[in-house]
């Protein structure tokens, strides 16, 4: 028989228990729809975290002021005390040989105006090598200048989003913003980052150098002179980092004057693990989407090898007619393997457009990141005909081997 | 293959025998030595009662076993070398069944019952379903050729059963019991069916333990214990 004949036979066998071969086929819907669903928010998810390493770096580490004892005894967070200074950033400049960049930082919350405009945003006052280490490039104007970072002169970069809020379709350089109650004069803009990896606008904020933001927005009554909140630093080679990051700990516990077995006052934060760690937990969310998904496609397999054992039993006559008028045991084979094949086939079209409709709508209503593509459409479409094809085999076989005496002889 | 112009024929059997379970304490000797042969064109009814070897000896004519011992000639064509991919294929172009119970698919019509055959010797779909027609229009069906088996009499049914049959110009028309399910005279129409394919030049077996409906053969072989012999006059008489 011609391919075309065998999935005709099949066809109308299908239809003639069309109730059972729809039921059958749930099975493989369910699966297929599974799958894509599955597949589909671990890809997206995979996607996000991309994108985050992409935007933070993987040379970089952050130093913060640890927490630890307060007044009275009590635990405070990290980074609420002072512990860092210019001075611990230059020596991790100077003496930390695989360090790149180094800068220190601080930052705040402020409200930006600009005429009748303004903005709710943070800022940030950073040294030179901040805009290396964040990969931050200026789209308009100059930028700060090296004598802006003396602290006298009040030049401010706007991120996109503010930008946009004071100034519409203007670059806005050299206007006169207030931040809070101070002028800055506007010397560049950022160019956009867009979303960051924790669905934050990287770009709603400005920058300005960090000694004017001691002077001029600081408003901590506790900060000792010279003081940063955060040292950011930038490595020469990522694989450099954990040997680096032991170097800047040295360094800073002898600062510091900690003795050996004291707790630090600092604590240096390398994102690259932390993602590194989300990428493990993603992958095994990944693997455990995956299993779920295999199974429900092996329930729907069991099912059809079911219903086509069912089958073969109940069309034994049929076998034997078959094979007396010149169906061979090849051909015999064929009709079942295709009849299985065709019920997970339509499953799988029909499992298919429910599982892209799904993905679609847990992406839209469940807030999960998902990534539709034609691959994960070609892999389940693969899915279906391997199941059919895995499942259907026994019974087809089975039919196969039939002996076309006993066959007729049944009643 | 006969050498020179000698007619080969449609059957030939030197000692075939069939044995079941051999070597067990089950062990059955269903078939003994048979010899037979029988020409193109001829009307040979096998009668015999049940348990007497004749199902066997039409399995092995019909090529769906094989045998113990002997040889089996279908259509100058040695049965007992061949595997079952090759003895479906024999039976797809040498051998027409025609069962008691009729064996017609429910599900589709008199056209595509008859028509099934074709499909197995990859025959395109348009010629198939025109030489189904052609097949039901020569055994009187013409006109019901789109209805299914449960739209039509029993004796209708074995007709389309006898196109199928048909439909592929086997050499041979291996009928088993084919009136034991028609009443008498639907029966009658059905053996003066067979006739008629006999004087187109169709070879009939026609395998019954009716005396009556055997009589209507030309020749009369009667299977008894596994033995098979011609009819003596005694029995066609009894």
């Known amino acids: 028989m011609t391919l075309l004949d065998i999935l005709r036979t099949a066809f109308f066998a299908l239809r003639g228990n069309w109730m059972r071969s729809a039921l059958t086929s749930l099975g493989v819907i369910i699966g297929i729809a599974a799958v894509i669903v599955m597949v589909s928010i671990g890809q997206g998810t995979q996607a996000e975290i991309d994108k985050m390493v992409s935007g933070l770096g993987s040379q970089r580490l952050d130093i913060g002021g640890a927490g630890g004892m307060g007044p009275g005894g009590a635990r405070v967070a990290q980074g609420s005390r002072w512990s860092l200074n210019d001075g611990d950033v230059e020596a991790i400049r100077n003496e930390v040989p695989t360090v790149q960049y180094a800068s220190g930082s601080l930052r705040g919350n402020t409200q930006v105006v600009f005429a009748e405009n303004n903005a709710s945003t943070s800022w940030q006052g950073v040294q030179d090598d901040w805009f290396a280490i964040n990969d931050w490039q200026i789209a308009d104007g100059a930028g700060f200048q090296a004598n802006d970072y003396a602290g006298s002169a009040k030049p401010v970069i706007l991120g996109e989003t503010v930008r946009k809020t004071l100034f519409g379709e203007d670059s806005g350089i050299g206007q006169t913003v207030r931040l809070g109650r101070v002028p800055f004069t506007v010397v560049g803009t950022l ?3 867009g979303q960051g990896g924790f669905g934050q606008d990287q770009d709603d904020m400005v920058v300005v150098p960090l000694e004017t933001a001691r002077r001029r927005l600081s408003n901590s009554q506790s900060m000792p002179p010279g003081a940063v909140q955060q040292i950011s630093v930038g490595i020469d080679d990522a694989r450099n980092l954990g040997s680096a990051q032991g170097e800047i700990e040295a360094l ?23 993602v590194a760690t989300r990428t493990a937990t993603t992958n095994l969310m990944s693997k455990l989407l995956g299993a779920v998904a295999g199974i429900c496609l092996i329930i729907g ?13 109940e069309r034994i006559r049929e076998i034997g007619l078959r094979m007396a008028v010149g169906a061979g045991p090849r051909d015999v084979r064929r ?40 691959q994960v459409v070609m892999l389940a479409a693969a899915f279906s005909i391997g199941t059919g094809l895995f499942f259907g085999y026994y019974p087809a076989r089975k039919a196969s081997l039939l002996d076309p005496i006993e066959a007729l002889r049944q009643q | 293959m006969a050498a020179g112009s000698a007619p080969v024929p449609v059957i030939r059997t030197q000692g075939l025998g ?6 067990t304490e089950a062990e059955v000797v269903a078939l003994k030595a048979v010899d037979l042969v029988i020409d193109r064109g001829e009307f040979v009814a096998i009668m015999g009662p049940s348990g007497s070897g004749k199902s066997t000896l039409m399995n092995l004519i019909g090529c ?31 051998i027409g069944f025609v069962f008691q119970g009729f064996h017609l698919l429910p599900r589709m019509d008199a056209t595509d019952n008859v028509a099934m055959p074709l499909g197995y010797a990859r025959i395109p779909h348009a010629e198939r379903r025109e030489r189904a027609r052609a097949a039901l229009v020569s055994v009187g069906l013409g006109e019901r050729a789109g209805h299914r088996p449960n739209e039509l009499s029993g004796g209708q049914q074995q007709r389309v059963a006898i196109a199928r049959a048909l439909v592929n110009s086997p050499p041979i028309l291996l009928a088993d019991e084919p009136t034991g399910a028609l009443d008498s005279k639907t029966g009658e129409e059905i053996l003066a069916l067979f006739k008629r394919l006999r004087d ?39």
Do not use: W
């Open chain 1, 191 to 193: 160019k956009p980052k």
């Open chain 1, 252 to 274: 800073l516990r002898q600062r510091h004057k900690i003795e050996p077995g004291a707790e630090d006052d600092f604590a240096v934060r390398n994102i690259s693990q932390i």
């Open chain 1, 301 to 313: 397999g069991i099912g059809i090898m079911n219903i086509m054992l069912v089958s073969v039993t």
């Open chain 1, 335 to 374: 009709q079942f393997l295709a009849e299985a094949m065709l019920i997970s086939l339509i499953g799988g079209v029909i499992g298919i457009a429910i599982g892209v409709v799904g993905a679609l709508v847990v992406g839209k209503i469940g807030d999960l990141p998902v990534q539709l593509n034609a």
């Open chain 2, 18 to 23: 069939k044995v079941y379970s051999a070597g």
């Open chain 2, 64 to 94: 769906l076993d094989t045998p113990s011992s002997g040889k089996y000639f279908c259509d100058g064509v040695d049965v007992s070398t061949l595997d079952k991919e090759a003895l479906a294929g024999l039976r797809r172009d040498k």
């Open chain 2, 200 to 238: 187109d030049g169709h070879t009939v077996i026609l395998i019954t333990h009716d005396a009556h409906v055997a009589a209507h053969a030309d020749r009369t072989y009667v299977m008894h214990d596994g033995d098979l012999h011609p009819q003596t006059d005694a029995e066609a008489a009894a």
